[in-house]
């Protein structure tokens, strides 16, 4: 996507043809765009776990890139499985940093050390290509509800989401936010509700920032404002990311999306769930009983961080001292709320049957 | 209530009987606790107009005193008329500050101006009794509800609530803590979870840094996170206030309250709205359709205030440099998700009926 007309990815290589790999400074948005060059494997491994980088996706893509700024230096068995525990504890409950360093061992286990650097390269470009081109069919496939509905309205189409599923999680395009780039791209008229997001705030931080450079027209709003505005006709549709969904269409996504959901189905507002094949863990059916849901630290409910008038970027405490803070960090959406699940190869209904369609080769393994 | 073992009202008058007023300054909570007397018109209508005082009822009394500390000075028919005026234009919105002063008005005309001063201590002092007495009634009441449930469940009531409903926004025991308040008093094990409420805060700030002082435990939350608590058996009743209830028992309320109303609806938590009668408008039905939602500043949503490691309490920006927001103040919950109305008279069904089953010398007035 497009920062001030310039088309970026969240992370490429040197067009030198390695050494150094570059990425979007996240912990510095909104208030600052910084780009930083990886040349080593601790850097890549810092840039994960400081959250330089974050989003399921940009997570495992910066490893694979981790482990080519590695072997470049160190291609033996020795090297190779060293840089991959260095990357794997970066972030401990990250599922796809895991599988994406899966890859890449699996592809480079079995090549002559000397080989091993160029065709760590090669992988890595083709996982981000991957992730590129999987965000890019979710907004083509989902753009055509955005496009029914403005060719049933007439005017504007309001389109409410949560938290940030969008380029920045992602390499290119994003998930939630793809079916928008799409419709905005091809001349739409779209506006975006854009929940804050508490407690990190990724809602007015990073959405907010990345539809603003893309030119996205864009509000930010309260979480809680969400229901006052469907219930006057204001939010024409939901779009969402998704953590994990169950092979039944459950959907486990930030804190907060569920209530949103609930907010859709009682006034009429359709409610899409946007998320790769990756996302869908089909051995489990029962999100609100089998998806455990992340506690993280009090803190972030008790201090919000943002840019102060003398331009410093200040952490101040926002509740009443001596109070104790709760920060379940994800809910369940039931799938009974969910209108639609947007995919690489179209949209189904959020159920084991609505999955199989679109996914048939998962049937022997869907749970029911 | 209790701040530190001692007893506090939010508002009272030096005991020599007049020439001063004493107010917790409220603009400094959670942060500092400061109290502040006010000695002329011109000090209690600036303890209103910036806030050191805030919630209907209390603002309501701080007018009548206002008017006490002006009679000192000029009780003639024009300093009458003149006080009035000027404590009016404090806050232009405020419903009970316009009552307030119209029943002392009333009181006073008739008088001759050399007994107009104490008559006015006496009706303000009146007013403000009236007022914690009405609060405790509904405590009184709804303190039932949360014995039944833990008469029934053996171990500690966890009970959500949304913004700031507490004797801090009244004179003394509040409306949606009241109910708290007797239960805890009472021995009964409570446990609070206490919504953030953004954008103002309200929630982490004074409804927190409340139960904290008068020592009832509570944990603070992100708005977002009610519905995930609900679902998984962790809130047993929710209680709110409300601003303006019609009389068919719709409840507009802080921006927010429809969705957890909707999410303990779809978790069969019991929810409550707590108010007293002069908070209904008998002259209202629908309330999503009739009640005006006032659009507050965006600012109040894009910056937040805190405490800075320093010890300075200072203002950040929290949202992306150049993106809007929009900061709509209240939200409609329609009657269909309010399992019960804790009124001064007893609690009811949220219907035409149940509300005139406890005020049935409204139904001459109230709307179908």
Same mark, same amino acid.
């Given at each position: 996507?497009k ?8 992370? #490429?290589?040197?067009?030198d043809?390695?050494a150094?790999?570059c ?6 948005? %909104? ?7 990886l040349e ?5 491994a ?14 495992g893509?910066? /490893? ?6 590695a072997l470049?230096k !160190? ?9 991959c /525990?260095?990357?794997? /504890? ?6 796809n940093l895991?599988?994406?360093?899966g890859?890449? &061992? ?10 091993r650097a160029a ?14 081109e ?13 496009a ?5 309205k007439?005017?504007r189409?309001?389109i ?12 290119? #395009?994003?998930t939630?936010?793809s ?7 091809a001349?739409l ?8 997001? &508490?407690?990190?705030?990724?809602g007015?931080a ?5 539809l ?9 709003i ?5 229901g006052?505005?469907m ?7 939901c779009?969402?990311?998704?953590d ?7 959907a486990?996504n ?9 907010a ?5 507002v ?5 998320? %790769? ?24 409910v008790t201090?919000?961080?943002?840019l102060?008038? !003398?331009g ?8 009443a001292?001596?109070s104790?803070a ?16 947007m995919?690489?190869?179209g949209?189904a209904?959020?159920s084991?049957?609505g999955l ?9 393994h869907?749970?029911?």
């Amino acid at each position: 996507m497009k920062i001030g007309g310039v088309h970026y990815r969240t992370i #490429w290589p040197s067009e030198d043809g390695g050494a150094a790999v570059c990425v979007i400074d996240q912990t510095k948005l %909104p208030h600052e765009f910084n780009t930083v060059w990886l040349e080593t494997l601790d850097e890549a491994a810092r840039a994960i776990s400081t959250m330089q980088v974050r989003g399921a996706p940009l997570i495992g893509v910066t /490893a694979a890139y981790g482990l080519c700024l590695a072997l470049t230096k !160190n291609a033996s068995d020795e090297g190779l499985d060293g840089a991959c /525990a260095t990357l794997a /504890a970066t972030r401990p409950t990250a599922v796809n940093l895991r599988w994406a360093l899966g890859q890449m &061992r699996a592809a480079l286990q079995p090549l002559p050390p000397a080989e091993r650097a160029a065709a760590a390269y090669a992988k890595a470009a083709q996982m981000a290509d991957e992730d590129a081109e999987t965000c890019r069919l979710i907004g083509q496939h989902g753009q055509k509800t955005i496009a029914d509905i403005a060719a049933r309205k007439g005017t504007r189409v309001n389109i409410l989401t949560h938290c940030n599923a969008g380029w920045l999680a992602c390499v290119d #395009w994003g998930t939630a936010l793809s079916p928008i780039y799409h419709a905005h791209n091809a001349g739409l008229p779209v506006h975006v509700w854009v929940d804050e997001t &508490r407690p990190r705030n990724q809602g007015a931080a990073l959405t907010a920032f990345e539809l603003g450079a893309h030119g996205v027209p864009h509000t930010i709003i309260a979480d809680n404002a969400g229901g006052h505005l469907m219930q006057h006709g204001q939010v024409d549709l939901c779009i969402v990311g998704c953590d994990r969904m169950t092979a039944m269409g459950d959907a486990a996504n930030k804190i907060g999306t569920y209530l949103k959901a609930l907010a859709a189905k009682d006034n009429g507002v359709p409610f899409y769930v946007a998320l %790769p094949e990756s996302t869908i863990d089909w051995t489990i059916s029962d999100g609100v009983r089998e998806i455990p849901i992340e506690e993280r630290s009090p803190g972030e409910v008790t201090h919000m961080t943002g840019l102060a008038e !003398n331009g410093e970027v200040l952490t101040v405490q926002v509740t009443a001292p001596g109070s104790h803070a709760a920060n379940p960090a994800f809910d369940v959406t039931p799938a009974r709320l969910v209108t639609g699940v947007m995919t690489e190869r179209g949209i189904a209904p959020a159920s084991r049957e609505g999955l199989l369609q679109l996914f048939p080769e998962r049937a022997d393994h869907a749970r029911a």
